[in-house]
C-alpha cells in the first residue's frame, strides 16, 4: 500500500485547518455553521475521488458509497464512519498544525506558547513513537485529530480502494457527522436509509486498539433557585444561588467517583458547566459507569448531595434534570461477536499487536449500535485529546488506513 502515508497526512494537514468547533448552547443542526464548511467539502472530494453519490443532506449528514468489487453475492454492507467537530473546550480557530519529523524522544516545545511542552513523562504513548513523525499544534489551539485523524483516513482509503478494484470487498458506505462532541452526532441519522449492516467509527486512540465497550452515560442539570435583592438591603431576605451552588461542588467526592481519581472500569461524576446568578445557578454534569443500572446510584447521590446543600437555606429550591447520553455499546456487540473478531484480523493483518481496553468517553458508534446498527470504534491516532497537547503519529494513521482496507476485506472473505 505504498503512498498512504503522504496522502493521509497532506490531508490531515489541511482538515485541521478547518474551525469546526461545535456549541452545546446552540439551537440549530448541526449546531455551528463552520462544520458544514467542511461537510460540503468532503462531500465535493470524495465525488472527486469517483465516489459518484457523495452528497451532503440537509442536516449535514455526508456519505457515499465505495460499490462492491467483489462477484460473491450477500456479501454484508459496513459503514465507516468519523465526526468532523472538535470540542468546544478549547479553540480550534487558526489551528497551526506541526510536523516534528522522525521525533528522537525530546520534550517537544510548541513555540506558540512555550510554556507549553510534550514530555514523554506525561504522556508515555509518545516512548513507542520514536522515529515517528509527530503532529501537534503551535500551543494555542486544540489539533482536531478527533476526529479529523479518522475522516482523513476513511477518505485516504476510499481512494485507494477506488483505485484499486482488484481488491474484493462487498459494498462500503461511508458518514461524516457533526456535533458528535456535544452528543448529536445521530440526532437526525436514519439507519435504514444508511444502508449498512455494520460499521465502525475510526475515532481511537494509539495503534492498534480495538474498542467494544464504552461508558453508559447520562446529563445532569441542578439547578438552584434564590432571591436577589438589592445587596445593601439584603439582610434577612437574599439567598444567594451562587453560595448554594458552591456548596453543592464542594460536597462532590473528590478522592473517588470524580475523573481525577478513577480509572479502567470505574464511573465518575463531573460538574463541568456552571451558568451563575445571584437568583439562579445551574450546575450541569455528566455521569458515566460502564454499568448501566449505577448510573441510577449516582444520580441519586447527586440528588441527596444537592438537597443537603440546599437545606442550609431554608427558602431556596432546586429543581434536577436528567437527559440519557448514550449507552454502553458491548450491551449490544455481544450480540454480533464477528464485527469485533473480523476488526482484530483487520489489526493483525496491518502487521499491529491488537490492543483492547474499554472507552472511558463514548462515540457515534456507542448511540448507532442501539439503533440496530452495530459499530465498534477503531483506533484512529488520537492523544491528549481536547488539549493544547494533543498528537498524533503520521504511521499510526497509515496503519489505521491499512486496517481499514483489511477490514474491507476480511467481510468478504468471511462472507459464505
Known sequence: MAGLEESVLARFLRYVTYDTQSDEASETYPSTATQLVLLRDLAAELASAGLEDAAIDEHGYVTATIPATSVKTGVPTIGLIAHVDTSPEMSGANVKPIVHRRYDGRDLVLPDDPAV?????????????????????????????????????????????????????????????????????????????????????????????????????????????GFNTHPGYAKGRMVNAIKIAADFVHLLPRDTLSPESTE????????????????????????????????????????????????????????????????????????????????????????????????????????????????????????????????????????AVQVIVHLCRVWEERCA
Open 117 to 225: 511542552v510534550l514530555r514523554v513523562t506525561d504522556c508515555p504513548p509518545l516512548a513507542s513513537c520514536i522515529g515517528d513523525d509527530i503532529v501537534t499544534a503551535s500551543g494555542t489551539t486544540l489539533l482536531g485529530a478527533d476526529n479529523k485523524a479518522g475522516v482523513a483516513e476513511i477518505v485516504t482509503a476510499a481512494a485507494y480502494l477506488v483505485a484499486h478494484p482488484d481488491i474484493p470487498h462487498g459494498p462500503i458506505r461511508i458518514l461524516f457527522t457533526p456535533d458528535e462532541e456535544i452528543g448529536r452526532g445521530t440526532k437526525h441519522f436514519e439507519v435504514g436509509r444508511f444502508g449498512a449492516q455494520y460499521a465502525y467509527t475510526m475515532d481511537g486512540g494509539g495503534r492498534g486498539e480495538v474498542e467494544s465497550e464504552s461508558f453508559s452515560a447520562d446529563a445532569m442539570t441542578v439547578t438552584f433557585h
Open 264 to 399: 479502567s472500569y470505574e464511573g465518575f461524576v463531573h460538574p463541568y458547566i456552571v451558568r451563575a446568578g445571584v437568583d439562579q445557578t445551574a450546575v450541569k454534569l455528566i455521569v458515566r459507569d460502564f454499568d448501566t443500572a449505577r448510573l441510577h446510584d449516582k444520580e441519586a447521590l447527586i440528588e441527596r448531595l444537592a438537597r443537603e446543600a440546599a437545606a442550609a437555606y431554608p427558602a431556596a429550591r432546586i429543581e434536577i434534570a436528567v437527559e440519557e447520553q448514550y449507552r454502553n455499546m458491548r450491551e449490544v456487540l455481544d450480540r454480533h461477536p464477528q464485527v469485533v473478531e473480523y476488526a482484530r484480523e483487520a489489526v493483525r493483518r496491518a502487521g499491529v499487536e491488537v490492543c483492547e481496553r474499554p472507552i472511558r468517553g463514548g462515540t457515534d458508534g456507542s448511540r448507532l449500535s442501539f439503533m440496530n446498527l452495530p459499530t465498534p470504534n477503531l483506533f484512529a491516532g488520537e492523544h491528549n485529546f481536547h488539549s493544547r497537547l494533543e498528537w498524533i503519529s503520521v504511521q499510526d494513521m497509515e496503519k
